[in-house]
């Protein structure tokens, strides 16, 4: 039986982090050691640092991922892609050149006979009214025409500054470590969700830039995915087992 993969939070193109290539260069290679063994990979969003998508006109760069994604798609790999806070932009671009499955709201699906709640994460069960309000802006369509206006060459320019500044904030001050249960609000969620959906057996979430591996009942399960600039984390699911891995390059193996 093929395996199932799930992973977010590359942040391909950051301005903040060096040598961006090899960034790149270490996903795509992930993503070729699994292609034999995949039946499909879930990308939960974020994966791109800024992506905001014209009609004609599309982000300098990320030939490798586009390419390994594209040839994924070819082998007849399911690929579904998840918008996440940075790349919520997206059009039809990659559904049409790459062949992925587009995915701008959370999903739940079954997977091998188990329910799946997948997310990016960002917004869910959150309580702050700022962040809340420009993530309702940043969704806004109307906003959303207004900026597509602006002419590439300064609206990529903006949009990756003030994706640039987030990170370095991020860089600068840590990602929170888990603030356990009661605090971590894609815990207090998952935990509200369950009670009008009691059929879930896994939340998989990205945002959080933390691993995390939490039951909340004897049949459900948490997952919390990492990242892909400094943990290098993935979760694998075989049909009857989940494991949230770590890519070592020459040591993994699909």
Same mark, same amino acid.
């Given at each position: 039986?093929?395996?199932?993969?799930?992973?977010?939070?590359? /942040?391909?193109?950051?301005?903040?982090?060096?040598?961006?290539?090899?960034?790149?260069?270490?996903?795509?290679?992930?993503?070729?050691?699994?292609?034999?063994?995949?039946?499909?990979?879930?990308?939960?969003?974020?994966?791109?640092?800024?992506?905001?998508?014209?009609?004609?006109?599309?982000?300098?760069?990320?030939?490798?991922?586009?390419?390994?994604?594209?040839?994924?798609?070819?082998?007849?790999?399911?690929?579904? +892609?998840?918008?996440?806070?940075?790349?919520?932009?997206?059009?039809?671009?990659?559904?049409?050149?790459?062949?992925?499955?587009?995915?701008?709201?959370?999903?739940?699906?079954? %997977?091998?006979?188990?329910?799946?709640?997948?997310?990016?994460?960002?917004?869910?069960?959150?309580?702050?009214?700022?962040?809340?309000?420009?993530?309702?802006? +940043?969704?806004?369509?109307?906003?959303?025409?207004?900026?597509?206006?602006?002419?590439? !060459?300064?609206?990529?320019?903006?949009?990756?500054?003030?994706? !640039?500044?987030?990170?370095?904030? /991020?860089?600068?001050?840590?990602?929170?470590?888990?603030?356990? @249960? @009661?605090?971590?609000?894609?815990?207090?969620?998952?935990?509200?969700?369950?009670?009008?959906?009691?059929?879930?057996?896994?939340?998989? +979430?990205?945002?959080? /830039?933390?691993?995390?591996?939490?039951?909340?009942?004897?049949?459900? !399960?948490?997952? %919390?995915?990492?990242?892909?600039?400094?943990?290098?984390?993935?979760?694998?699911?075989?049909?009857?087992?989940?494991?949230?891995?770590?890519? %070592?390059?020459?040591?993994?193996?699909?």
């Amino acid at each position: 039986m093929k395996k199932v993969y799930f992973l977010s939070d590359a /942040h391909l193109g950051c301005l903040a982090i060096s040598h961006r290539r090899m960034h790149e260069r270490r996903l795509v290679r992930f993503l070729d050691c699994i292609k034999q063994n995949a039946a499909a990979v879930y990308l939960l969003g974020d994966m791109f640092d800024f992506w905001h998508e014209y009609r004609t006109v599309v982000p300098k760069g990320f030939t490798r991922f586009l390419g390994k994604v594209s040839e994924l798609t070819d082998r007849g790999v399911e690929v579904h +892609f998840f918008t996440g806070n940075h790349d919520l932009w997206v059009g039809d671009y990659l559904e049409r050149e790459c062949g992925v499955t587009l995915h701008r709201d959370s999903c739940t699906t079954e %997977i091998y006979g188990n329910i799946f709640y997948l997310a990016h994460g960002d917004g869910l069960g959150s309580s702050d009214r700022k962040y809340r309000m420009l993530r309702r802006l +940043f969704h806004n369509p109307t906003c959303q025409r207004l900026f597509a206006a602006v002419h590439p !060459r300064w609206g990529v320019a903006l949009g990756r500054a003030w994706a !640039r500044h987030s990170r370095l904030k /991020h860089m600068e001050h840590g990602e929170p470590e888990y603030m356990g @249960e @009661e605090r971590e609000e894609l815990v207090a969620f998952a935990k509200d969700y369950l009670h009008t959906h009691p059929d879930i057996n896994y939340f998989l +979430f990205g945002h959080r /830039h933390i691993e995390l591996d939490l039951m909340l009942t004897r049949e459900t !399960r948490l997952l %919390i995915l990492g990242d892909w600039i400094s943990r290098f984390t993935y979760a694998v699911y075989d049909g009857e087992h989940l494991f949230l891995e770590n890519y %070592i390059e020459g040591e993994t193996r699909p």
